[in-house]
């Protein structure tokens, strides 16, 4: 079956420091993949998606490549703020199992400390 | 605004006293899912369901029944609750047209259930 493999946290970085979270999948068929931001004491967001091989997500600063050969989408950031605090998820959407589910990561806690 | 509302948000119950947490979306959106998020174990599905009167298991379905009588609310029932069933809960949403699965989920802001 599907399933999606993150490094292990916590990540605990200072400001402005580089930020890398790995994240690598299997899926059946074609996935979309995506990264979710959960911020203390909220429910999931959506971060950025790409739906397609070699397609890029973005969204404030943050970013991460589909790479269908290493079947990996790692998020990065070029200089992270202690407001980037959070539990990062990455997930997929299989369109081989009709997109009737989405499959996640167990998470990544980052830690910017000032 | 758009949202997913859960509710209650917090709850402490005891073994074998039957709940139900209430999720109601205001988007439309045909297809509403249940999570359990579990520390080192991420989010794990509960149930989902693509339309009204059409849902179906997830990957730990087991101890929890659902139902979708309207298209807005998807209620998550425990008959017995039991205290492997401490967790938090969340209830997503999306649009969900055929092969396109590229939607984002919507959440809800998460119910924290505590079974003694």
């Known amino acids: 079956g599907d399933s999606v493999t993150q490094m292990e946290g916590p990540v605990t970085l200072s400001e402005e420091a580089c930020l890398t979270i790995?994240?690598?999948?299997?899926?059946?068929?074609?996935?979309?993949l995506f990264w979710y931001v959960q911020y203390p004491g909220e429910g999931l967001q959506l971060l950025l998606k790409a739906t397609k091989a070699d397609d890029k997500g973005s969204n404030k600063g943050f970013e991460a490549t589909y790479r269908k050969e290493t079947t990996s989408f790692h998020l990065e950031k070029g200089s992270v703020q202690v407001s980037d605090s959070a539990v990062y998820f990455c997930a997929l959407s299989d369109r081989a199992g009709g997109y009737q589910k989405v499959t996640f990561g167990t998470g990544t806690k980052l830690q910017v400390i000032p | 605004e758009a949202q997913v509302t859960q509710n209650p948000r917090y709850l402490i119950t005891v073994t074998g006293k039957k709940l139900t947490v209430t999720c109601s979306q205001n988007m439309n959106h045909e297809y509403m899912s249940w999570y359990r998020q579990d520390p080192g174990l991420g989010l794990r599905q509960i149930y989902y369901?693509?339309?009204?009167?059409?849902?179906d298991k997830g990957d730990v379905p087991e101890g929890y029944k659902v139902s979708r009588k309207e298209k807005r609310n998807f209620p998550l029932i425990l008959e017995s609750p039991s205290p492997n069933q401490t967790s938090l809960y969340f209830c997503?949403?999306?649009?969900?047209?055929?092969?396109?699965?590229?939607?984002?989920?919507?959440f809800g802001e998460g119910s924290r259930l505590t079974v003694l």
């Open positions: 997503a949403s999306r649009h969900y047209s055929g092969s396109a699965g590229t939607g984002e989920l919507f």
């Open positions: 369901s693509m339309n009204v009167e059409v849902t």
């Open positions: 790995n994240c690598t999948y299997t899926a059946t068929g074609y996935p979309s």
